[in-house]
């Protein structure tokens, strides 16, 4: 089964702690990266009436030529009508960290989450539209406005990514929408199955658990701190019959 291949850039500074070498590491059967990930410049200054970039403006910086099927920019700047992704001809997408980064960091998901969600998603929108990204002014039915944790929610409200950035899911009406598409079963249960592991780090994963079963938490950290006092007890206990009360 061949991997679309997904080219990733940075446009502009990013002031958020992006972890390149934990996003160009991560492996899957569904997609590959196109080359290592390059930075390009902003050059423009924001044209929007709230200090917005506009389409134009992010479309005109985007690089018009480039390894792979389609190209990810990453930036930090606001986009047009506050979107966190927009769509442009050429097969080429630009995500923005802006406002995102600081709701994630809230719920303590990693930045990389939001990038992960969004390969996977993409990667199948690529397919189902026949190896290619559909630009923003064409008329699509990929996302919908529930929020389901599902790669394909809208997230009008944008404090909702927390829901599909952390074990997020293909609801049952986009795998109906993906199989009705054309898009193989199998790569949608592929993709079903690598999306599991875009998640919390295992702390904070702890940490949530403790929250929602304080109960079972403290039960279990009381059998844990009895019985590494029994076994230490044990171990005292045989030092001494077999080795230090021989000595004395």
Same mark, same amino acid.
């Given at each position: 089964?061949?991997?679309?291949?997904?080219?990733?850039?940075?446009?502009?500074?990013?002031?958020?702690?992006?972890?390149?070498?934990?996003?160009?590491?991560?492996?899957?059967?569904? =997609? !590959?990266?196109?080359?290592? &990930?390059?930075?390009?410049?902003?050059?423009?200054?924001?044209?929007?009436?709230?200090?917005? @970039?506009?389409?134009?403006?992010?479309?005109?910086?985007?690089?018009?030529? =480039? !390894?792979?099927?389609?190209? &990810?920019?990453?930036?930090?700047?606001?986009?047009?009508?506050?979107?966190?992704?927009?769509? @442009?001809t050429n097969n080429r997408i630009c995500i923005t960290f802006h406002e995102i980064a600081d709701i994630l960091n809230l719920s303590s998901i990693p930045i990389e989450n939001l990038v992960y969600r969004l390969l996977y998603s993409y990667t199948l929108i690529y397919i189902r539209h026949e190896n290619r990204i559909p630009s923003r002014d064409e008329v699509t039915s990929f996302t919908h406005d529930e929020t389901k944790g599902c790669l394909f929610d809208m997230n009008g409200i944008k404090s909702d990514i927390v829901y599909s950035t952390n074990k997020p899911i293909i609801c049952d009406s986009c795998v109906q929408k993906l199989t009705d598409e054309r898009v193989p079963f199998n790569k949608i249960n592929l993709v079903k199955d690598e999306i599991k592991k875009i998640k919390k780090g295992f702390y904070y994963r702890l940490a949530d658990w403790i929250k929602m079963y304080p109960v079972w938490s403290i039960i279990i950290s009381s059998l844990a701190a009895l019985s590494i006092g029994i076994i230490g007890s044990t171990i005292?206990?045989?030092?001494?019959?077999?080795?230090?009360?021989?000595?004395?």
């Open positions: 089964m061949s991997k679309v291949k997904i080219k990733l850039i940075i446009l502009g500074q990013l002031p958020v702690n992006l972890d390149k070498i934990k996003l160009t590491k991560w492996k899957s059967e569904a =997609f !590959e990266f196109a080359g290592q &990930i390059d930075n390009y410049t902003i050059t423009n200054n924001a044209d929007g009436h709230s200090w917005e @970039f506009t389409d134009d403006n992010i479309e005109s910086q985007l690089p018009k030529t =480039f !390894e792979g099927d389609f190209l &990810i920019a990453m930036t930090h700047v606001p986009l047009e009508k506050n979107y966190y992704a927009r769509r @442009f005292a206990a045989i030092i001494w019959e077999k080795i230090l009360k021989q000595l004395f």
